[in-house]
C-alpha cells in the first residue's frame, strides 16, 4: 500500500469527524491539534485534492449564493483503510522536541545570569498559560463534547499536554532555582 506523508493521514483522520470543507478543517487544526501537531493552512487545499485525487475521498461541491463553491470531502473505504494501516503501524521514531529555551540554555555560559533568569521565567508564564488554556480546552470538551466518540480520545491527548506542561513548569522552577 502506498506511504503518504502526516498531513494526508492528518486530514484522513480529520475527516472522520463532522469537518468536510478545508476551512472547517483549518478550524479544527487550530482548535485542537495545533497543540501538538502544525500544519499549514497552505497543506490542507493541495493535501485534499491529492486524497480526492487517489480516492481516498470524494468530493461534494455545493452552490453558494454570493461566494465561491464549497467543496465537501467525504472518506471512502480505501481512505478509511489508509488511514486504520496507518494507525496500526508502530510508531517510526520517537517525536524530538525542537525547543529553543533548551537550546539557549545549553550554550547559557555565554550570556549573563541575569539574562538566563529572564528566558527561563517568562518560559515558565507562557507554559503556566498554556496549562490554563488546556485546563479550559479540557472543561469545554467535558462540558459539550462527552457524547462524541472521540471525546475520550481527545482527552487522553489532552491529557499528555497538561503533564507534560505541568513537568516542564516544575523544571523551570528547579532549573532557576538552581541557578538563582
Not at 70 to 87: A, C, H, I, M, Q
Amino acid at each position: 500500500m502506498k506511504k503518504y506523508n502526516h498531513t494526508t493521514y492528518t486530514i484522513l483522520g480529520i475527516l472522520t469527524t463532522d469537518c468536510r470543507s478545508g476551512y472547517a478543517i483549518k478550524q479544527f487544526i487550530d482548535r485542537s491539534l495545533r497543540h501538538f501537531w502544525k500544519i499549514s493552512y497552505g497543506q490542507i487545499y493541495p493535501t485534499l485534492r491529492l486524497i480526492a485525487d487517489e480516492g481516498l475521498a470524494t468530493v461534494q461541491t455545493t452552490s453558494q449564493d454570493g461566494k465561491p463553491d464549497r467543496n465537501e470531502y467525504f472518506l471512502t473505504p480505501k481512505g478509511k483503510s489508509v488511514l486504520t494501516d496507518w494507525l496500526e503501524k508502530p510508531i517510526e521514531e520517537i517525536p524530538v522536541e525542537r525547543n529553543e529555551v533548551l537550546l539557549k540554555l545549553f550554550f547559557g555560559r555565554h550570556q549573563s545570569k541575569k539574562h538566563t533568569l529572564q528566558i527561563l521565567q517568562n518560559y515558565q508564564q507562557k507554559l503556566e498559560e498554556r496549562y490554563l488554556l488546556y485546563s479550559s480546552i479540557e472543561k469545554g470538551i467535558s462540558t459539550n463534547s462527552s457524547e462524541q466518540q472521540d471525546a475520550q480520545y481527545w482527552l487522553f491527548t489532552l491529557d499528555y499536554g497538561k503533564r507534560i506542561t505541568r513537568a516542564s513548569i516544575d523544571w523551570c522552577k528547579s532549573t532557576i532555582n538552581q541557578i538563582s
